[in-house]
């Protein structure tokens, strides 16, 4: 609780940063190429004001512009974060909650409401739809800064001194924060990929727009049918995997599609395990090098706990699991939400301790680092809570 405390001051903290910040930019700016003075009677405060209200603006125009794309393309919206403000749709209705978060807070992020993927004709149309709205989101950005540019500089010329110098103050403004918002677009993290690397990937990468659809069911209005009737994108996904072990891929990406299929498997979800997979697991953790990657990032670690617990349930392989828990359990601070929920669990898992009341607390559930963006939608629990009431069952195999 005090972590999330911590973390939502800290991102306040940030979002006040960068406004200012984009504000001191301008004033240096403005000083370096001496600007008329009557583009510069705003006290600071007020341009600060400003920058936050078209900083929120350009992430609403951004996130907007990748959802309506999805929607002129036949593919509903889930929801859509625009920095603190989540719109979702809830029992076909849309609402508006306030929701800050270490994720979205200084950006957004807008989430299609996925239906069955059925063969691949729906594959191959989703897959262009996917890219084009991709890439919507930057344009829709570069045609804001466009339209406000063109406008600001008009009233700077035709309007009395307050206009021009709220004009000058949104130009400058909309210009460093579009260059940011573009600048973003390139980013490629564990948490989050940006819209470039994105969009080349859906439009070349078939597995890749495969993985997004799969994993994007957890957050689809009826998750559960989607979940169940996603059988051929999962057999699609198997396949792909056998390509993926062959070529030794350790992908961060492929990592979390793995985690996936082992996470439902251990939550009953998915009733047998496909064979790709445990060959998967064997080949990561026969070697130390992989089995360091996999210690490496907060994502790859819910993967490492996960096979843990698969190999827990193999009589063979018992003695390995808890070796592997031992040593990473030394070696791993409990320093975040995620790490001390993925230790009680798998300590639970394992028979060392009983944490049941802990783990069947949703709120002590945290499996990604990206938690505060999907913890907002029910399907994001699902499996863990199903494998955290089903430990007694996977103790007696």
């Not at 792909?240 to 299929?261: A, F, M």
């Not at 210690?295 to 392989?317: A, D, N, P």
Request: aromatic share 12%.
């Amino acid at each position: 609780m005090e972590n999330r405390k911590r973390n939502k001051l800290r991102n306040f903290i940030l979002t006040i940063l960068i406004g200012g910040a984009i504000g001191f930019l301008i004033g240096i700016l403005t000083a370096m190429i001496e600007v008329p003075p009557e583009y510069m009677i705003l006290p600071w405060y007020s341009n600060v004001f400003i920058v936050l209200i078209l900083y929120i603006l350009a992430v609403g125009i951004h996130e907007l512009g990748h959802a309506f794309s999805f929607s002129k393309n036949g593919i509903k919206m889930r929801a859509i974060f625009i920095t603190v403000f989540l719109f979702i749709k809830e029992n076909g209705r849309w609402k508006l909650k306030l929701r800050p978060n270490n994720v979205t807070l200084i950006g957004g992020i807008a989430i299609p409401d996925v239906e069955v993927v059925k063969n691949n004709e729906d594959i191959d149309r989703l897959q262009k739809t996917y890219a084009k709205a991709i890439l919507a989101g930057p344009l829709a950005s570069i045609s804001l800064w466009g339209v406000l540019t063109i406008l600001s500089v008009l009233l700077m010329v035709l309007s009395p001194e307050v206009i021009s110098s709220i004009s000058f103050t949104v130009a400058a403004a909309i210009t460093f924060i579009t260059m940011f918002l573009l600048g973003s677009c390139f980013v490629k993290s564990e948490v989050a990929i940006g819209d470039f690397p994105a969009y080349e990937l859906a439009k070349r990468n078939r597995f890749f727009v495969a993985m997004q659809l799969y994993q994007y069911s957890l957050f689809s209005t009826d998750y559960e049918t989607v979940r169940a009737g996603n059988t051929f994108l999962r057999r699609m996904l198997i396949e792909g995997l056998e390509t993926k072990l062959e070529e030794k891929d350790i992908h961060i990406y492929t990592l979390g599609l793995i985690d996936q299929l082992v996470t439902e498997y251990l939550s009953d979800t998915l009733k047998e395990l496909p064979q790709v997979v445990w060959n998967y697991i064997d080949f990561l953790t026969e070697d130390q090098e992989r089995l360091a990657k996999l210690q490496s990032t907060e994502l790859s670690l819910g993967v490492y706990f996960h096979i843990i617990q698969l190999l827990y349930t193999r009589k063979e392989t018992k003695e390995k699991a808890i070796h592997f828990y031992t040593t990473i359990k030394n070696e791993l601070k409990p320093s975040t939400t995620m790490r001390i929920y993925l230790l009680k669990q798998t300590e639970h898992a394992l028979g060392l301790h009983d944490n049941s009341a802990f783990l069947n607390d949703k709120n002590n559930i945290c499996i990604s680092p990206a938690h505060g963006i999907w913890k907002n939608f029910d399907g994001y629990f699902d499996d863990e809570l199903k494998l955290n009431q089903d430990r007694s069952a996977i103790q007696a195999l």
